[in-house]
């Protein structure tokens, strides 16, 4: 079955550090896979990735994918409060016309 | 350009009623996606249409269904409520076909008491 594990499941950091945030996956013939930020209402769409070892970046937000080893990071420097959130990553296979979603890296930013 | 719109926004039902919830997908969309948010089972994915035609369906009971207008709004029904129904229901639109970036309505919150 597909399924889709982000890592870690939470997260605390300080206002000024950088956070990795993982996303591995098993899905049959991979097409995409999509970054959300999900705060206290629907989430966000930050990235779709498609190709391996290219990066995608916006700000201080980045992602690349590696559809060897099957995963992808999402990494924020300089993170700032306003960063809280639930981060969602979620893959498609060509074909389905679903994305599967993992459930997610809570990530608190303090102060 | 607007995005996506969700109405109701908060919804309070009992056991046993029906529910409709409708979402308007972005203007030139034509992929909508319907997914379940609860805090145990995260997203779930419920349908997708395009077109006026489902092209995939999760693992929801027969309770659960969806239509699309030629206008490509789309509809989610849900009959014979339960509790474990309680949750946030979010649609997603696309342009693409795949791969796609799917962009989020905001959601409408279901309660069953």
């Not at chain 1, 000024?16 to 591995?24: A, I, P, W």
């Not at chain 1, 937000?61 to 306003?82: H, M, P, R, V, W």
């Not at chain 2, 849900?78 to 696309?94: I, K, M, P, R």
């Given at each position: 079955?597909d399924?889709?594990?982000q ?13 990795t ?58 993170t700032?409060?306003g960063d809280?959130?639930?981060y969602l ?23 | ?9 908060y919804l ?7 529910v ?26 419920l ?34 409520l ?24 905001p ?5 069953v008491?």
């Amino acid at each position: 079955e597909d399924k889709v594990v982000q890592s870690p499941l939470s997260l605390v950091v300080h206002e000024g550090d950088t956070v990795t945030l993982n996303c591995s996956y098993e899905v049959t013939n991979f097409r995409s896979l999509l970054w959300y930020k999900q705060e206290k209402k629907a989430p966000t769409f930050l990235f779709m990735l498609t190709s391996s070892g290219i990066e995608k970046k916006s700000g201080r937000l980045s992602s690349i994918l590696d559809k060897k080893e099957l995963f992808s990071i999402l990494n924020i420097t300089a993170t700032q409060t306003g960063d809280s959130a639930v981060y969602l990553c979620a893959v498609e296979s060509p074909g389905t016309y679903k994305y599967i979603f993992g459930t997610g890296t809570r990530l608190k930013v303090l102060a | 350009k607007a995005g996506v719109t969700q109405t109701p926004r908060y919804l309070i039902k009992t056991r046993g009623q029906q529910v409709t919830l409708s979402c308007s997908p972005i203007s030139g969309h034509r992929s909508v996606s319907w997914y379940q948010q609860t805090p145990g089972q995260g997203l779930q994915f419920l349908f997708e249409y395009f077109s006026e035609t489902q092209r995939n369906k999760g693992n929801f009971p027969g309770r659960f269904s969806g239509r699309q207008f030629s206008n490509s709004r789309s509809e989610m029904n849900v009959s014979t409520l339960e509790l474990g129904d309680s949750a946030l229901y979010l649609c997603a639109s696309s342009f693409r076909d795949s791969p796609r970036e799917q962009f989020f309505g905001p959601g409408t919150r279901l309660t069953v008491l």
